[in-house]
């Protein structure tokens, strides 16, 4: 006998429609998984902006995403409540919100899963010790082994790694001529260090990401903007999906020079999808994303990035592309969400 399928509740953060139509890699993550689940017989609702589209029943508060808002509580707070509310509707609940929305969790009797997107070092992790005291019922589920690191003990429900709806990454596979930087602009993510690396090679680089908030405006004004135009280096602004796929197939290699505890990066899959090498620093998720000379190459330092380039080009673009088919398939990550999902509802 089959197993029924499942009333699931998925809460995105508000902030951009579902899927994004430039920045938002969490977005993406839930768009992927709410169509996953329909695709499989569950009765799912998504609770996002209602500029979203989705295969599942849309819910929303905000017609249009409240992007200029973005970090304010008040809007996440009415945005999730709407959807606790309705929380008897549904089997399970499952939060892509932040901090905010997993204490929250707490509050109704319908199981919560609260999936962690980003870091638990510093603040975020004090914050999510105290939410597991004050909603020990909420269950937590990490994207990556290393994102629980610094919290081993919260109380963990799964480990999920993100996936990527690859019909939408298509593998073009030759060699570009240019490499490229893929993310927001801040210190942690390092485009100033893709900037140095490409100087030193004497090759161009393309750079697109988010440069909405202050500190990322402060930061790329002083880190990036001085050398735009100058030795083939040159800003695209945040681009949309068409442009970045593009951009990926006719990179040589997709830089990821960062130097933070990362939680996934799913940069990284994105370019292996597209037949590209990624060479990436050793922090965070990244030796669980790539496997060493598999869709990429590791570096302990970004100042050992330029001599790793001759491995990338050895990689196989189809190579790169049947990595990414084999570990971040849409299939595996829905799956794995399902086991999490049955778990909590018997307990």
């Not at 689940?37 to 508060?61: M, N, P, Q, Y």
């Not at 638990?120 to 690191?149: C, F, K, M, T």
């Not at 190579?319 to 084999?326: F, G, L």
Request: glycine share 10%; with cysteine; charged share 25%.
């Amino acid at each position: 006998m089959s197993e029924q399928p499942l009333r699931i509740a998925i809460l995105s953060p508000p902030w951009f429609p579902v899927p994004p139509t430039g920045y938002g890699g969490i977005e993406w993550i839930v768009s992927l998984l709410a169509d996953g689940l329909t695709d499989d017989g569950h009765e799912v609702t998504i609770f996002a902006s209602g500029d979203s589209r989705s295969k599942a029943t849309l819910a929303w508060v905000y017609e249009h995403a409240p992007s200029e808002l973005i970090g304010r509580t008040l809007p996440e707070m009415r945005h999730t409540l709407a959807a606790l509310e309705r929380a008897g509707e549904f089997d399970v609940i499952n939060d892509h919100t932040g901090p905010l929305g997993a204490v929250l969790g707490g509050l109704v009797d319908t199981p919560v899963l609260h999936t962690v997107h980003g870091p638990l070092d510093g603040e975020p992790g004090h914050v999510y010790e105290s939410i597991g005291r004050l909603a020990p019922g909420v269950g937590l589920i990490s994207v990556s082994l290393n994102q629980r690191r610094p919290k081993p003990d919260l109380n963990w429900a799964a480990n999920v790694p993100n996936a990527l709806d690859l019909e939408h990454y298509p593998c073009n596979p030759h060699r570009g001529d240019y490499l490229l930087f893929l993310g927001r602009m801040n210190h942690e993510k390092g485009a100033h260090r893709a900037i140095a690396v490409a100087m030193e090679l004497g090759l161009p680089l393309k750079l697109a990401g988010k440069v909405r908030e202050q500190k990322e405006q402060e930061y790329f004004a002083e880190f990036v903007e001085p050398h735009l135009g100058r030795n083939g280096i040159e800003y695209l602004g945040e681009v949309n999906h068409g442009t970045k796929v593009e951009l990926l197939q006719d990179a040589r290699a997709t830089l990821f020079p960062i130097e933070w505890e990362e939680p996934f990066g799913l940069v990284m899959i994105e370019s292996m999808a597209c037949g590209t090498p990624v060479i990436a620093t050793r922090h965070g998720a990244v030796s669980e994303v790539i496997d060493q000379g598999q869709g990429g190459v590791i570096v302990e330092h970004y100042r050992q990035i330029p001599e790793a380039l001759e491995q990338a080009d050895a990689l196989d673009p189809l190579d790169c592309r049947r990595y990414a088919e084999e570990r971040f398939a849409p299939e595996r990550m829905v799956g794995d969400y399902v086991r999490a999902y049955r778990e909590a509802i018997g307990a």
